[in-house]
């Protein structure tokens, strides 16, 4: 698969703060890739410089081996849908889709009626006379979309484009937003400091924090195989226990937890010494019997799932996740029970 | 829910009995610095002068024609058009259109540039702005005339430089009328243009850029547009008081440039006046900026329908 966009040590500052430290990605052509991380990540920057409203300090942009990182916004084939949509207020929506093919001057006629399909695309044909503000959120949203998609972008950057809508539109948008890049088969690079909405979209994330990539991978690296602290703390829910690692036997760590409880898991590239160790909490089930004994303080029904917060006898917190099904047996608070973890439940963090 | 709406919203007689004498005060102002001065104007339109000075108490229509029709030194010959009037309103017209172009050209960058700076100094700068205008109008138009004239701080340095060998004329020009106008309005131009560009949202502008406009596309098809409604707040702001300005064209200009400010301004000083006709040219003066500012509201009304 060729490479739509690769940033080489893209360094970005604002006066004496750094908004990104040396950032290098590769991004495949026709995917669905994420930038996600907190706000003041550099997530946002990073798509910014992509499209050309910020200049880097250091460092290359390339966009299928073109270097463009010192083209004007307006020479760069990408476009961008914006997070507050950012729709010419004074045009129509049919206006404002045909605008971008009017700057790369398609005819009147041929403009008029690609930026027609658009909104067709967009199931929005209805509302082409109408303008802006006479439309909901989730309406112009699809405008937006629309009008970036309409010349044809070789990559359309989203800026946390849903985060302005409520739960139920986002979640119909998170579909049709896939759909719509594998129809296209335009490479979109998507920002937003969603997990969830990064998980259930893409085909590869980015995971940034402090200006840095912490961790590139699929959905499902990153959320079962977190690097770090950061990356296994801000993708789901997790328990973090400081463990020690006594020695590395080749891909296997020998790991002795607070209680003197030791466990076998993968070394995940860690050398002999004091770790993290993040444990999913609907990767562990109670059991009658076993080494890894815990009190319940509090369990919190979440509908779907029952969350129990135990603590360890060596003093650790943990949570532990069930399934609410009827067989499911609630354990009241103060009970004693045994945490069983299943094999490759416990994952090494290198810091 | 009827507990919820605001008291008097939907209880027509509650809502006047609060709202009707608050709004009292808004009244009397409009009635007595507006309405009764333009009444009174009015109807001296169609009173007869006195000779020195003030109305008689007939009515008549005489002002109305003096303005428009000449007939004759003894007013016994057939009418014809009357042109020196029309002439003059019409120059004042052209001095007040070019006067505002003015402004524009130069209040629009001066406003982008204020409503582009960090908050903190924003201030700073209208305060600039509007620094001048703490001092008389008078003053200002007479210090302006010391500026420009023969032998003035304009011209000296210029001809003690080589660069000119004969003093700029600029004084008892058309372009002196303008350079006045345009020195005593020009804020009127900046402080709505600015307000416009300070709302702004300058992601229409990364839009049009990502959607391949360049700089100027971007101004005349997304930055003008949108901030147009300052725009035209400002000409209006500066074209109605320079078609009615006296004092730079009394200080500034010559016999060439006479405006209907100084027409107006003529017919009530002393003995030599005509109240009624400077009172009908007032009105007709006043008919002519309504007219525009009709045009003005009816297109804003169709802009706002689409």
């Known amino acids: 698969m060729s490479t739509a966009i690769e940033i080489r040590s893209a360094v970005k500052r604002y006066g004496t703060t750094t908004a990104l430290h040396a950032v290098s990605l590769e991004i495949a052509d026709n995917a669905f890739f994420t930038l996600l991380g907190p706000s003041g990540c550099g997530k946002t920057t990073l798509l910014r410089c992509i499209a050309g409203f910020e200049d880097l300090n250091e460092g290359e942009i390339r966009l299928f081996g073109q270097d463009i990182a010192r083209l004007d916004p307006n020479h760069r084939p990408v476009n961008t849908v914006f997070q507050h949509y950012a729709l010419f207020p004074h045009m129509t929506v049919l206006e404002n889709v045909a605008f971008g093919l009017k700057m790369i001057g398609v005819s009147l006629d041929d403009r008029r009626a690609r930026a027609g399909r658009m909104l067709e695309m967009v199931h929005l044909s209805a509302f082409a006379d109408r303008m802006p503000t ?15 998609l309409a010349p044809e972008p070789k990559v359309l950057l989203l800026d946390e484009p849903l985060s302005a809508l409520d739960l139920k539109l986002r979640q119909a948008m998170r579909v049709e937003l896939k759909t719509l890049q594998e129809e296209t088969g335009i490479t979109f690079v998507f920002v937003t400091h969603d997990q969830e909405e990064a998980l259930t979209m ?72 004091k770790h993290h160790l993040s444990i999913r909490p609907e990767r562990l089930s109670l059991a009658k019997t076993g080494e890894l004994v815990a009190t319940i303080e509090r369990v919190v029904y979440l509908g779907t799932d029952l969350q129990l917060l135990t603590r360890l006898t060596s003093g650790e917190a943990i949570q532990v996740r069930l ?15 045994a945490l069983h973890l299943e094999e490759g439940a416990a994952r090494l963090l290198a810091d | ?66 303005f428009f029709l000449n007939r004759g030194l003894f007013g016994d010959e ?29 209040g629009f960058p001066t406003a ?6 960090p908050p903190r100094s924003r201030a700073i700068w209208l305060f600039l702005i509007t620094i001048p205008y703490w001092v008389n109008l008078l003053i200002r138009t007479v210090s302006l ?11 000296e340095p210029l001809m003690a430089l080589g660069l000119i060998t004969d003093p700029l004329p600029l004084v008892n020009t058309n372009l002196a009328v303008q350079l006045g106008l345009f020195y005593s309005y020009l804020p009127f131009m900046v402080l709505p243009i600015y307000a416009a560009v300070e709302r702004y949202n300058f992601a229409l502008s990364e839009a049009a850029a990502d ?28 074209f109605v008081p320079s078609l009615g300005a006296f004092l730079a064209p009394d200080l500034l200009g010559g016999a060439k440039t006479f405006m209907i400010g100084s027409l107006i301004d003529e017919q009530f000083r002393g003995s030599q006046g005509n109240w009624p006709f400077g009172a009908a040219a007032a009105m007709i003066l006043m008919t002519l900026v309504l007219i525009v500012l009709m045009f003005y509201a009816r297109a804003q009304a169709r802009e706002g329908a689409r």
Not at chain 1, 226 to 249: C, H, K, Q, S, Y
Not at chain 2, 148 to 155: E, H, Q, S, T
């Open chain 2, 78 to 106: 057939p009418p014809v058009i009357e042109w020196t009037y029309i002439t003059i309103f019409w120059r004042s017209i052209w001095q007040a259109a070019v006067a505002t172009l003015i402004c524009l050209a130069i």
């Open chain 1, 323 to 337: 399934q609410n099904s009827a067989r499911t047996e609630v354990p009241a608070p103060g009970t004693q029970v």
């Open chain 2, 112 to 117: 982008w540039f204020i409503a582009t700076r």
């Open chain 1, 134 to 148: 006479q439309l909901s959120g989730g309406q112009q949203q699809r405008v937006a979309l629309a009008r970036a």
């Open chain 2, 211 to 238: 959607l391949y406009a360049s700089r100027w596309v971007t101004l005349w098809e997304i930055v003008l547009p949108v901030v147009k409604p300052g725009i035209i707040a400002g000409c209006i702001l500066v």
């Open chain 1, 202 to 273: 893409s085909d590869r994330i980015a995971v940034m924090s402090q200006g840095r990539v912490q961790q590139v991978g699929s959905a499902r690296e990153i959320y079962e195989a977190p690097v770090n602290r950061f990356v296994a703390d801000f993708i789901g829910e997790t328990n973090l226990i400081e463990v020690t690692v006594e020695r590395i036997e080749g891909d296997w760590a020998r790991v002795i937890l607070p209680g003197g409880h030791v466990i076998r898991c993968a070394a995940a590239g860690t050398s002999p010494g």
């Open chain 2, 145 to 155: 005339k010391f500026l420009i004239r023969d032998n003035g701080p304009l011209n």
């Open chain 2, 1 to 66: 829910m009827a507990g919820l709406t605001p008291s008097g919203q939907g209880n027509g007689s509650g809502y006047r009995r609060i709202v009707a004498p608050l709004l009292l005060p808004t009244w009397l102002m409009i009635g007595i610095f507006l309405v009764l001065p333009v009444l009174l104007m009015a109807i001296y339109s169609f009173l007869t002068k006195e000779f020195r000075g003030g109305v008689i108490w007939d009515f008549t229509l005489a002002s109305y024609d003096q």
